[in-house]
């Protein structure tokens, strides 16, 4: 879709809802599912003589996200107030930070079809939510209730080349903000919104040009979609010789198509300035050790950790670190001496389509359980077959491996007379394709050992079976 | 500078304020001779410029734990249109072009409280009482609070319809028993339009807040309450406390209890004439440049600004949140110990209120000055400041040489800075406050508007009053793109400068004398038509403000008949040392018998007209 000549330009702004009990500045409680107009006070009202005093989770949680990012976390940030009139905005202001911000620096690695590419973070800031406005033909009604929940922003540099990438990174920072408890990472409810800014240059210059803004995207496909259809619309516009206006724009999902934002009444001069009513933001150094000690495993290096400690390729360590359960899952498993390479395929397919979508931390079997089963697997006390039969029975009647297997007498066939009979009165029931088998068809020899599979309703040791065929039929 | 008709637009446009074409020739021409006035700031260093009142203040932030929200009724309970639990405003967009807006609609007039006049001014025992010589006298049950109580609303009703101090008075419940536990017993006190109530109503004299009631207590409310105080009235102020006259009021002027021709100074102009004319034993009100101390001292009563941090402002009603406190105004040094003791301290609402031990400042003040070093200018320069100022400072300097102390020269020539730095910050920060006040959740709407811009802007614009109108303005201009770093910045360096002046200066002396005005009270109406005249007012006073220091005036003689005050300040936190030194200066000039005798007369005069 771009032509050789231009690149894009692609940044994103980020805001994560934090995951704090109460709001930033006030106490009342976050919840996104409460009437209207009923999570409100003085403070997040707006009322006159009311004054803000803020949540020190909230400050947390955003240095550890800048640590994770690998972000300076400023020992001494402050907020200010950016000035917009917005009936949703009680205060005619937000509470943000501007010069001096929380985080800075830092960057996120994504993985694309050119390789691997780290993406620089510009800044996080912390800085409070607006409420709600739904506009009808006769006015707009006002629901303050998400007024003055905690947001982080998290902006990259313009470094994003391809819609794809952006959408890689979100999703990236998504996982990240997931696994580190600071947002629930819900798009749809907005807890996780993102803006993204693009612009087009020819390729070989280093300014930028025009950028225009794309508001409140709210899933990963609608970031890389809304971009596609902007750059395709920036670069109509400058082959057709014009120019980009920078402007705000709207992605409409249903449409597929950006719209500009009704233009709001004024100009934007936010006339930002230290917010007098609450003193610079303090990160002691005990507070960063505190959370460096309390930080887990990033998604990306526990990808790197499982692939050289249990030799799994990419897209398997993908599979099982990007999901923090399943981790968890796979390395007990492993722990109680399962190989890696029995667990990976038991995980990925029975187990995975077992969940069917769920956590795995709802399955039904724990992973010592599960090894206990996978264990007489290996051993070939059972066959597979039975394994999954096992499997079953232990999520329906609560049991451990061993009872399933007696409850279900899935011992394997191994060895004796039992097996030898079986694989005799087999070979005696198609004397003509064991006629067909010694005159060369050697396919044949999956058949019987199908046959005699079925006849044992699966619990002859295949290892066993296929020595005792070979005997007979030769 | 001059202001073009393009830049008032744009100032109107993102302050959302509506003024008439009259209004804005008249603030175009204010704004540019404030400006050309503080064209003389020093240029800036960016870096070196600080950005919030105390930088080395670092604190106050508050456990993640949930404390319950108001209902749903509760919240929308003051809003003027509300549906389906929702606050409701016209839509964002006009319906449809319309060719011309509707003429503006002007609210009714809000009429004063009536309170009956009765004739004759009489004089009481009870009323006159210090808040010290009170709590001596229902110790020894020579009188109860409510006795008290009856007797102070009995010359409240003869006296206001004089002076307007007062703007509201609660409902008086003659069945009423005040409580007799805490410390106050049960006395009354009176609070400034800005402090909130809880349940009462609160205007801050504006228009834009008609029929709001408090729907909390402020902290100071909550303590002198819980101290086993009561509530009174409220009392009359500059529209938001912007002003030195107590003029801008949409309840009226209050006048001076000495000379009813003249302001009691402001803002808060109608604390320090109720406490002067013995109209309350007490009265909490608010300094932001000067608006305890001028007013006291135009009254002949003592006021006090506690330090930056050392007073909870939860429930105080911004105007410049850096520089605001709440202080006492009282006829003695000895009461604003008193209500000093009651209201310092630390507030989980305010995180710029310091957690620090409050000093026991009502044993300071019979300690006397003896060997303390206090510094004086030793000229005030080419500052304008009248004869009789200057006549009464040396008068105090003698008298604290007399009583023990160790005068030091001090030359601070930061001083005249002050009055340029302080209106850019504190009307930036004003024009921000006030952002809040748009008739969506609280308070007055203008009628019929179409749209939310029209609504923002009307409301605004009628609410507001020219003085508010124009720092707001003021103040957008300073914070707007292209100006704040040759306004906003500089003005901060020169607060930064000033602060570090002063903490050089305590390496000298352990507190400073000042005057508190370049002039005796003015003649009311005198200084409307030139706004800078009246920021001029402030110069003596806004130094304390910008550094966040405490300070407070104390009556130090008269002059053709009104008082004159002295203003001591002393470094942070040392209220200490501040009242050891005011409470000297009141030995030196006793100013009781004389005030009682003057406002007696002034008022028997019935008034006069101004
Ligand atoms: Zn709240």
Same mark, same amino acid.
């Given at each position: ?474 | ?40 700031? %020093? ?24 404390? %319950? ?12 249109? !509300? ?8 839509? !964002? ?7 011309? %807006? ?6 009714? %007039? ?9 004739? =004759? ?108 105080? =009561? ?17 801008? =009021? ?40 000067? =608006? ?18 050392? *007073?909870?402002?939860?429930?105080? *009603? ?82 604290? !040489? ?113 005057? !508190? ?51 001591? *300040? ?28 003057? *406002? ?11």
């Amino acid at each position: 879709m771009m032509s050789d000549t231009r690149e894009c330009i692609i940044g994103l702004e980020v805001h994560a809802q934090l995951m704090t009990r109460s709001k930033i500045f006030c106490g009342c409680e976050v919840a996104s599912d409460a009437e209207p107009n009923t999570l409100t006070c003085p403070v997040c009202l707006g009322l006159p003589g009311a004054l803000p005093v803020l949540n020190r989770r909230a400050v947390e949680l955003t240095a550890r996200l800048g640590l994770a990012l690998g972000c300076r976390v400023n020992t001494r940030s402050v907020m200010a107030r950016k000035h917009y009139a917005y009936p949703d905005l009680p205060k005619g202001y937000q509470i943000t930070q501007y010069a001096q911000p929380l985080c800075e620096g830092g960057g996120l690695t994504i993985t694309t079809s050119t390789g691997e590419r780290r993406i620089g973070i510009a800044r996080i800031h912390i800085e409070d939510d607006a409420g709600k406005s739904v506009h009808g033909e006769n006015g707009s009604l006002i629901d303050l209730n998400r007024c003055g929940v905690p947001l982080a922003e998290i902006v990259t540099e313009p470094a994003l080349r391809h819609p794809a990438e952006a959408r890689a990174w979100l999703r990236e920072l998504h996982l990240l903000l997931v696994r580190l408890g600071i947002c629930d990472g819900n798009m749809e409810l907005g807890s996780l919104r993102c803006d993204v800014n693009v612009s087009l240059r020819l390729r070989g210059e280093s300014t930028l040009g025009p950028k225009t803004e794309i508001k409140n995207l709210n899933s990963f496909r609608n970031v890389e979609r809304a971009l596609e259809r902007e750059i395709a619309r920036q670069e109509g516009i400058l082959k057709s010789g014009g120019c980009v206006v920078s402007e705000t724009l709207l992605w409409d999902a249903a449409a597929g198509e950006v719209l500009p934002l009704r233009s709001k009444e004024g100009s934007h001069d936010y006339r930002y300035f230290p917010e007098p009513d609450l003193p610079p933001i303090v990160v002691e150094e005990m507070l960063l050790q505190r959370l460096v000690k309390e930080m887990p495993e990033l998604p990306a290096a526990c990808r790197n950790r499982l692939r050289s400690e249990y030799d799994l390729d990419k897209q398997a360590a993908r599979l099982i670190a990007d999901d923090a359960g399943l981790t968890v899952y796979f390395e007990t498993l492993c722990a109680a001496g399962v190989e890696p390479t029995r667990a990976l395929r038991w995980l990925r397919g029975e187990i995975l389509h077992r969940l069917g979508g769920c956590e795995i931390t709802t399955f039904g079997v724990s992973p010592t359980a599960l090894a206990e089963l996978l264990e007489l697997e290996a051993t070939e006390r059972i066959t597979t077959t039975s394994a999954v039969r096992i499997l079953d029975w232990m999520l329906t009647e609560g049991g451990c491996a061993g009872d399933g297997l007696r409850a279900l007498d899935l011992e394997s066939i191994a060895a004796g007379a039992h097996l030898d009979e079986l694989v005799q009165r087999t070979l005696a029931d198609h004397p003509h394709k064991v006629e067909r088998y010694r005159s060369g068809e050697r396919r044949l020899f999956g058949f019987f050992m199908g046959c005699v599979m079925t006849a044992s309703s699966g619990r002859a040791n295949p290892t066993e079976l296929r020595r005792l065929l070979a005997i007979h039929l030769d | 500078m001059r202001i073009s008709e393009t830049l008032i637009r744009h100032l109107e446009g993102i302050a959302r304020l509506e003024t008439s074409r009259e209004e804005r020739r008249g603030l175009r021409c204010d704004l540019g001779r404030f400006l050309e006035y503080a064209a003389d700031l %020093p240029d800036v260093d960016p870096a070196q410029a600080i950005g919030t009142a105390i930088p080395t203040h670092l604190s106050g932030d508050r456990p993640d734990e949930i404390s %319950p929200s108001l209902s749903q009724t509760e919240a929308l309970a003051a809003a003027p249109t !509300v549906r389906a639990g929702h606050f409701l405003v016209p839509p !964002v967009l006009p319906a449809a072009a319309d060719s011309s %807006p509707p003429p503006l609609a002007v609210a009714p %007039p809000v009429a004063n409280p009536s309170i009956p006049v009765t004739s =004759s001014v009489g004089e009481s025992a009870l009323t006159a009482l210090s808040l010290t010589e009170a709590l001596q006298g229902l110790e020894k049950g020579e009188f109860s609070a409510a006795e008290y109580r009856r007797d102070l609303r009995a010359r409240i009703q003869q006296i206001n319809p004089v002076l307007n101090a007062y703007c509201y008075l609660e409902p008086s419940d003659e069945a009423e028993t005040p409580s007799r536990s805490g410390t106050l017993r049960g006395l009354p006190f009176a609070l400034k339009d800005n402090l909130h109530r809880l349940g009462e109503p609160l205007q801050c004299a504006s228009r834009i807040l008609t029929g709001y009631r408090a729907p909390y207590d402020a902290t100071v409310t909550a303590k002198l309450l819980a101290a086993g105080g =009561s509530g009174l009235g409220r009392t009359n102020m500059d529209e938001f406390g912007m002003g030195s006259s107590c003029e801008y =009021s949409i309840h009226g002027s209050t006048r001076n209890p000495w000379s009813p021709a003249h302001s009691p100074g402001g803002s808060s102009g109608g604390a320090a004439a109720a406490v002067a004319a013995d109209c309350a034993l007490f009265a909490l009100g608010s300094d932001t440049g000067g =608006s305890l101390r001028q007013p006291a001292a135009h009254c002949g009563v003592v006021g006090i600004k506690p330090t930056y941090g050392r *007073v909870s402002r939860y429930g105080l *009603v911004a105007f410049a949140s850096s520089l605001d406190q709440v202080g006492p105004i009282t006829r003695d040094v000895r009461d604003a110990a008193q209500v000093l003791e009651l209201i310092m301290g630390a507030d989980p609402r305010d995180a710029t209120c310091r957690d620090l031990p409050t000093p026991g400042l009502m044993s300071e003040v019979d300690n006397g000055v003896r060997g303390l070093r206090i510094g004086v200018p030793s000229g005030l320069g080419r500052m304008a400041v009248s004869s009789s100022i200057r006549k009464s400072l040396n008068d105090a300097r003698e008298a604290l !040489v007399a009583e023990g102390a160790r005068i030091v020269p001090v030359d601070l020539p930061e001083l005249e800075q002050g009055v340029a730095a302080y209106y850019l910050l504190a009307n930036a920060e004003a024009s921000s406050n006030l952002a809040r006040f748009d008739g969506v959740r609280y308070g007055a709407r203008a009628a019929d508007c179409a749209d939310l811009a029209t609504l923002y802007s009307r409301t605004r614009g009628e609410g507001f009053g020219p003085e508010v109108k124009r720092r707001i303005l003021l103040g957008a201009f300073t914070l707007s793109s292209g100006y704040y770093a040759a306004y906003y910045l500089r003005a901060q360096q020169v607060r930064r400068r000033l602060t570090d002046a002063f903490d050089r200066l305590w390496r000298r002396c352990e507190c400073l004398l000042l005057p !508190v005005t370049p002039g005796p009270a003015f003649p009311l109406q005198s200084r409307l038509a030139d706004p800078l005249s009246m920021y001029l007012e402030d110069l003596f006073t806004v130094p304390a403000s910008l550094a966040g220091l405490p300070a407070g005036s104390v009556p130090l003689g008269l002059c053709d008949g009104l008082p004159l005050g002295g203003q001591v *300040v002393a470094p942070p936190f040392a209220e200490a040392t501040l009242i050891r030194t005011l409470a000297a200066l009141e030995r030196a000039f006793p100013m009781r018998a004389t005030r009682g005798a003057a *406002v007696a007369a002034a008022l028997a005069d019935g008034g006069g007209e101004p």
